[in-house]
Every structure is written in structure tokens, then in C-alpha cells.
């Protein structure tokens, strides 16, 4: 029996084989759409790009081997995996989400599905009583974020799983902010995970990829035919890149979640700084939970400062040198983000600021510079 090979292994090795064709170490980029046939349905696999690539497949054999799981798809971008996961329902089902999530997660329940008479129900699933109230015959997804984006709020996966376990529930989590270096959801008793691997799977800022990992053959099936039937698939360079991406994916990480506590740490001290909202620190109510189903406490970071508004908020940020005012997260680089004006825009202002998305909410994400170097431009930057 082959060892299981542990995570720092399975980045660069996991569901991996050496290429047939000429023994390339790296898997190729096959950039092609279609292949050839000795026979009409006489192929090695492959017959369309829609359906299956190679690159594809190698990218999608190691997302299943570093989530812990049995099966990977990849797609277009994050919203697009999500899309096919909500194309699993059907019309008048019911799905309970976190209240703080991405922006773009809640436009696409609330703009796109619920038009097909999909209705969500947006709580804060820490509180397991709200969610166990919720809960009838109709429902039939829980969506996680944990992290939440921006809060940075712990969502308990296993408690959540007590919940459903009897109930014919799919519990999927959205595991970008952690990525599966840090957390792995179906361990922990999730049914699907899904990344937006644009951010730190693939980790350079140069990619939009979506990802879907489960261990049931019948979501698999099901999650495969959506794939190849609706097309939002991702094209053989997206998936090489990605692939080189997760190869350092565990040493990116190390040095994200140094530079975040580094961070975390020097705006919980800062005078101008109202209130900072990370896991790790120990007065954080999500503390113990994030100790238990996390290996670290991440590197995504929101803050408020003291007395501010928007444009205090705006102005801090438009000071930044090294912290690259953009959309996204997750690369080596440091960016800095306005969720209310950017992420989080369609999120109507009164939803937004029940979850804690208010206009003065800063959000970082730490790349892996010298953290001293990310220090000292925050600091000029809170500088009055």
C-alpha cells in the first residue's frame, strides 16, 4: 500500500504522475481543444476540452489530494464553481449562508438564483440556535465562509455538521481565505469545498480559477455533468499556472501567516486603530474554535480605525506605498481593500453594516514581503 504523503509532500507531489509522452517532470500545457480519434468514441480519454484536458485533470488530481479528498473539479473562477454547486438544487429549495460573505456570493444568490424561486437566508452561523430555527424540509444547502470575508469571522464546521448529519443537507464551505494549507474542511465534515483558487492556491496574482473538492462519487457525477454541460471551464495555461502556484503554496503560506500575526499584532497596539479583526488574537470569541479547525490563524486582516469614516478610511489607504490599493487577495504581494466601496458593493448598506461592513472597514491582505517593510508604510500611513 503507497504511504499517504503528508500536506508539505502532497503540494508538490499529490495525484501527480510523470508525464508519458516524453517524461516531463512538469505536467505539459496542452493547448488544444480537441483530440484525435482512431475510431468514432475510440480515444484515450480525451475528445473535447470542454470535457477534459489533461493539464486540467492534473491540476484537478492535486486540489483533491491537498483538500484530503476524493474528487477535484476546477472551473472558470470561484463564482463559477459556486454557480454549479447551486445548480445541484432545484427550484423552491431553500439555502441558509453566512450573513458576512463575499459580495459577489451574495449578488449571485440574490440577483441570479432567486429568480429560479431559490430563497437564502443570510445568519450568523456561529449562532447554532438561529441556524437550527431556520432549518425545515425545504433546505438543502448551508453555505460557509471561514474565515468570513471581510469579518474574519469562525463559522464551528463540525458543530454545523452535528446539525445536518441526518438531514438531507449538503454543507459546502467556501475555504479561499484559509486555503487548504490551513483547514480542511471535509475533515472536518463538510460535503463540498469550494476555492476561489485565484487567490492563495494559485498565489501570484495572475490567475481566475475556480475550485470544487468532495469525496462522494455521486456529487462528483453530478458536480462533472454541470461542469461539461453548462462550459465554465478554465483553459490549460489557468491550470498550469495554477498547479506551479500550489507547489509553494506551503512555504507562501508560512511566511502569509508569520507576516499577518506580525501585522495583526502591530494594529492592536496602535493608538489609532479602533478595533482590528483577526482569529488569532486570544480575546477574539472565535479564538478557540479557529485553534481547533485552523493550523494557523491566516493572513487576512480587517481593521477600523479610531473616529473615522469613509473618508479617514480612504485616506489611509491612498497613503499606502506598499500595500497595493486592489480588488482580490491572496498573492505574495500586499494589497489593501474599501469592502464597503469594492468587495462588498452589492451588498445593500443596511445588510452590509448588520454584519460589521461599515464605510470606515479596512481590509488587508498580507503578501510575504519583509514584514518590517509592511510596518513601516502602515505606519505612515496612520499617521496624521
Known amino acids: 500500500m503507497k504511504k499517504k504523503l503528508r500536506f508539505n509532500s502532497r503540494v508538490i507531489h499529490g495525484g ?3 508525464e508519458k ?17 482512431t475510431s468514432p468514441g475510440n480515444h484515450k480519454g480525451y475528445e473535447y476540452s470542454r470535457t477534459h484536458n489533461p493539464t486540467r485533470t492534473a491540476l484537478e488530481n492535486s486540489l483533491a489530494s491537498i483538500e484530503s479528498g476524493r ?16 445548480k445541484l438544487l432545484n427550484s ?3 439555502i441558509i449562508a453566512s450573513n458576512d460573505l463575499y459580495g459577489g456570493s451574495f449578488r449571485l444568490l440574490t440577483k441570479i438564483f432567486n429568480k429560479f424561486k431559490f430563497k437564502s437566508h443570510f445568519l450568523d452561523l456561529r449562532n447554532i440556535n438561529e441556524l437550527k430555527s431556520k432549518i425545515n424540509n425545504r433546505t438543502k444547502l448551508i453555505w460557509v ?8 469571522n469562525i463559522i464551528d464546521i463540525k458543530a454545523i455538521r452535528s446539525i445536518v448529519r441526518e438531514k438531507k443537507i449538503i454543507l459546502a464551505v467556501d475555504n479561499t481565505f484559509a486555503s487548504p494549507y490551513l483547514q480542511n474542511p471535509l475533515l472536518l465534515g463538510a460535503d463540498i469545498v469550494m476555492h476561489s483558487a485565484t487567490k492563495y492556491i494559485a498565489g501570484h496574482s495572475d490567475v481566475i480559477l475556480g475550485a470544487i473538492i468532495v469525496n462522494s462519487d455521486d456529487l462528483a457525477e453530478k458536480l462533472a455533468f454541470i461542469q461539461n454541460a453548462s462550459g465554465a471551464v478554465p483553459g490549460p495555461m489557468d491550470c498550469f499556472l495554477t498547479l506551479r ?11 502569509h501567516c508569520y507576516n499577518g500575526k506580525k501585522i495583526a499584532q502591530f494594529l ?14 486570544r480575546s477574539n470569541p472565535n479564538y478557540n474554535i479557529a485553534k481547533q479547525q485552523m493550523k494557523d490563524f491566516g493572513a487576512m486582516i480587517s481593521f477600523i480605525p479610531k473616529e473615522a469614516n ?34 462588498h458593493a452589492s451588498i445593500p448598506k443596511e445588510i452590509r453594516e448588520k454584519s460589521g461592513v461599515l464605510d470606515s472597514l479596512i481590509r488587508l491582505s498580507i503578501g510575504i514581503e519583509d514584514e518590517k517593510d509592511l510596518i513601516d508604510d502602515l505606519k505612515q500611513a496612520l499617521n496624521k
Not at 23 to 35: E, N, R
Not at 145 to 152: A, I, L, S
Not at 250 to 255: A, C, F, L, W
Open 245 to 255: 502556484g500550489i507547489k509553494t503554496l506551503s512555504v507562501r503560506m508560512e511566511r
Open 16 to 18: 501527480q504522475s510523470i
Open 268 to 281: 492592536n497596539k496602535h493608538p489609532r486603530i479602533d478595533k482590528v479583526f483577526w482569529p488569532g488574537f
Open 145 to 152: 465562509e471561514t474565515p468570513t470575508n471581510p469579518m474574519m
Open 21 to 37: 509522452g516524453y517524461g516531463a517532470v512538469i505536467p505539459p500545457i496542452y493547448q488544444t481543444s480537441t483530440y484525435a480519434q
Open 71 to 86: 474528487h477535484g473539479l476546477v472551473f472558470a473562477s470561484g463564482l463559477a464553481a459556486m454557480d454549479a454547486i447551486l
Open 310 to 343: 469613509y473618508k479617514d478610511s480612504i485616506k489611509i489607504i491612498k497613503k499606502l506605498n506598499i500595500f497595493t490599493l486592489a480588488e482580490s487577495l491572496g498573492g505574495v504581494e500586499s494589497l489593501s481593500g474599501h469592502p464597503a466601496s469594492m468587495t
Open 92 to 94: 423552491g429549495d431553500e
